[in-house]
C-alpha cells in the first residue's frame, strides 16, 4: 500500500516497515524489510543477484505492491533511472527529457528551458539535438539520468544505473552523480553490485541477503560532499568497503 501526503522537508522521504513481496508463482523476493529514507540521504543497497533488489526499487517507486508491511511515499515527485537507459529512438536527446512534461501538459517553452537545464547539469550541453543512435553508451545514460531529474524530484531512485558502463565512463559518472547530489539533495536510493561505487557515492549502504533479501548490515558512509575521486584510494575507504564486502560474504 502506497500512502501519498504532503511534503514536509524534516520528514523521511520513503519509509518500508516490515515489507515482504511474494509474487504469485510463490518466490518470496523480500522478506521484513525495513528502511528510512530522509532528505539529503544517498542510500545504496548491495546484495547478491536475485535477492529483491529491483523488486525493493518497484515498491518504492508504487509500481508494485507489498504482500505484507508498508511502504510510505512522501514526495511531491519522484524520479526513477532504469539499468537500461531506455531512451525513445525517434526522439531527439533533448525530446526524450521533456516527454514526461510534455505528457503532463507543462507548455513548450517551460518544459524546454527546464530539458535544457537538466541537459547543461549532466553534461550534455551541445548534445540536445542528437538523436539515441549519435550518442555514445555514457551519454545516453546522462539523458537517461536528465529525463529522471528534470522534474526536480525529491526522491530518486537508481537501478544499478552505470552497471553496463566501461570502467573509465563509470567512475566519471559516479563524481557527476554525486556532484548532483549536493546541488538538488534528494532523497536517493541506488542499486549496484559494486561495493566501492556504493561506499563512494552513499550517506549509507544497507547490505541484503541472498532471496529471499532482508537487511542484514546498515553502514554509515562519514564523508561531506564533493568527494574527490582520490577518496578510493584512502584507508578509511578500503575499512568501509570491507565491512561491505564481509557482510554480504556472510550471507550470499
Ligand atoms: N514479476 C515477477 N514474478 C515472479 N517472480 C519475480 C518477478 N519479479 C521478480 N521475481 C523474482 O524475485 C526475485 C528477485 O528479483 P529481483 O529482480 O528483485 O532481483 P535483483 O536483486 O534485482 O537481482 P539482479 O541483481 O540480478 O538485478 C527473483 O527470484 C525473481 O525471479
Ligand atoms: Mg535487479
Redesign the pocket.
Known sequence: MITLTTTAPSRPRLVLDGVTKR???G?V?LTDVSLSLNPGDFVSVV??????????LRLASGLDDATSGTVGVDATSTGYVFQDPTLLEWRTAARNVELVQELRGVPREERRRRAQEVLDLVGLTGFERQYPRQLSGGMRMRVSLARALVAEPDLALFD?PFGALDEITRLQMQTELQTIFRLRRFAGLF?T?SVSEAVYLSTRVLVMSG?P?RIVADVPIPWEYPRPPSLRYDAEFATLTGQVSDALGEHS
Do not use: N, V, Y
Open positions: 509474487f504469485p508463482t518466490t523476493a546484495g547478491p543477484s536475485g535477492c529483491g533488489k529491483s523488486t525493493l544499478e542499486i553490485h532471496r533479501g
